[in-house]
Nanobody, 124 residues
Framework: QVQLVESGGGLVQAGDSLRLSCAHSGLTFSGNAMGWFRQAPGKGREFVAA????????SYADSVKGRFTISRDNAENTVYLQMNSLKAEDTAVYYC?????????????????WGQGTQVTVSS
């Protein structure tokens, strides 16, 4: 059974930080890039960040560049998203997903397995 379980969301104030975690199991993730996406109320799901298997290469949406950092611990089967200087517009449900391939793609259709999401709410 494939599982990706996000955690770490919550209610914070603008300017605060949060660290999201995504623990995955039940499927080989060796060589696969991983990504974080988010979906705000009434909006479509959008790319946030992605990271290759090695962790050497990352990519970010312009809206989070310089504030968010994606990382992974392959020994622990966990992917992280460190979010600093949070803004009200970062409020969304955050999802982690496994990429079908090795590159840190921003395309939703490049990802095949998804977690259930964790809510992040930033009050201004």
């Amino acid at each position: 059974q494939v599982q990706l379980v996000e955690s770490g969301g919550g209610l914070v104030q603008a300017g605060d930080s949060l660290r999201l975690s995504c623990a995955h199991s039940g499927l080989t993730f060796s060589g696969n890039a991983m990504g974080w996406f988010r979906q705000a109320p009434g909006k479509g799901r959008e790319f946030v960040a992605a990271i290759t298997w090695s962790g050497v290469f990352t990519s970010y949406a312009d809206s989070v560049k310089g504030r968010f950092t994606i990382s992974r611990d392959n020994a622990e089967n966990t992917v992280y998203l460190q979010m600093n200087s949070l803004k009200a517009e970062d409020t969304a449900v955050y999802y982690c997903a496994r990429s079908k391939g090795r590159s840190q793609s921003s395309r939703i259709d490049e990802y095949d397995y998804w977690g259930q999401g964790t809510q992040v709410t930033v009050s201004s």
